[in-house]
């Protein structure tokens, strides 16, 4: 039998949390609300995906943000953390957002070439870049645009300068990367923060779960009543 490293219980909780960006802010709000790992967790050479914490009914996956949301709204993950983002772009229905975290701040943005000077009008078709094609094909049909999306995961800025799309879709924080690119920021489409985020059949059946998101919510108003003082 090969050996998943998860441990073989069935009534521990999973906790998903996304690789990158918002990992480092989330690990001390995680850790106030009662989640935390296991030291092998911060190990900068480990290449495990699944994690002890220190509450011991509780078990650790880090994954993809977008693979955050599909564990929990599948049932695999009972909660976890994401962006925004990523809750707009799936919209699962089995997926609930309780509680803000007020963390992972920036917003998903369209970007053009700075050469290109205004938007044309009267444009009916657009090829953008972007890993969000459903936000992005919405955005544009509120205003009439048909948007043809190209796929991407990452070097979106590239997207313009090898001619593969004229536009791009991505999250913006200080717009630093655009402009080195030779891009300007020309629409904000959503404004993102890092959520956490329950699986809806768990939040019914299970008090933990109910708990959890009560222990979030606690630590994202003392931290909310901090930034006010």
Same mark, same amino acid.
């Given at each position: 039998m090969i050996s998943t490293g998860? #441990?073989? %219980?069935?009534?521990?909780?999973? +906790?998903?949390? #996304?690789?990158? =960006?918002?990992?480092?802010?989330a690990l001390p709000v995680m850790a106030r609300a009662g989640v935390e790992p296991e030291a092998a967790f911060r190990d900068p050479h480990s290449r495990a995906l699944a994690f002890a914490c220190l509450r011991p009914d509780m078990r650790l996956i880090r994954v993809?943000? +977008?693979?955050?949301?599909?564990?929990?709204?599948?049932?695999?993950?009972?909660?976890?953390?994401?962006?925004?983002?990523?809750?707009?772009? +799936?919209?699962?229905?089995?997926?609930?957002? #309780?509680?803000?975290?007020?963390?992972?701040?920036?917003?998903?943005?369209?970007a053009r070439p700075a050469a290109d000077g205004a938007a044309p009008e009267g444009v009916s078709h657009l090829r953008v870049a972007t890993k969000y094609p459903n936000l992005t094909r919405r955005h544009f049909a509120a205003a009439g645009v048909q948007a043809e999306c190209v796929k991407l995961n990452g070097a979106m800025e590239l997207a313009p300068s090898l001619?593969?799309?004229?536009?791009?879709?991505?999250?913006?924080?200080?717009? =630093?990367?655009?402009?080195? %690119?030779?891009?300007?920021?020309?629409?904000?489409?959503?404004?993102?923060?890092?959520?956490?985020?329950?699986?809806?059949?768990?939040?019914?059946?299970? #008090? =933990?779960?109910?708990?959890?998101? %009560?222990? +979030?919510?606690?630590?994202?108003?003392?931290?909310?009543?901090?930034?006010?003082?």
């Amino acid at each position: 039998m090969i050996s998943t490293g998860l #441990p073989d %219980n069935p009534a521990q909780l999973t +906790f998903a949390v #996304p690789k990158g =960006r918002i990992l480092d802010e989330a690990l001390p709000v995680m850790a106030r609300a009662g989640v935390e790992p296991e030291a092998a967790f911060r190990d900068p050479h480990s290449r495990a995906l699944a994690f002890a914490c220190l509450r011991p009914d509780m078990r650790l996956i880090r994954v993809r943000a +977008f693979d955050v949301a599909t564990f929990v709204a599948h049932g695999a993950a009972q909660a976890g953390i994401v962006g925004s983002d990523v809750i707009e772009e +799936f919209d699962y229905a089995d997926l609930y957002a #309780p509680v803000d975290l007020g963390i992972g701040l920036c917003r998903l943005s369209v970007a053009r070439p700075a050469a290109d000077g205004a938007a044309p009008e009267g444009v009916s078709h657009l090829r953008v870049a972007t890993k969000y094609p459903n936000l992005t094909r919405r955005h544009f049909a509120a205003a009439g645009v048909q948007a043809e999306c190209v796929k991407l995961n990452g070097a979106m800025e590239l997207a313009p300068s090898l001619g593969l799309a004229r536009q791009i879709v991505d999250l913006v924080s200080t717009g =630093r990367t655009l402009a080195e %690119n030779g891009l300007v920021e020309a629409e904000v489409i959503l404004q993102v923060s890092a959520r956490l985020i329950v699986n809806r059949t768990a939040l019914k059946t299970d #008090p =933990r779960i109910a708990e959890l998101v %009560n222990a +979030f919510r606690r630590e994202a108003e003392a931290r909310a009543l901090e930034v006010a003082a």
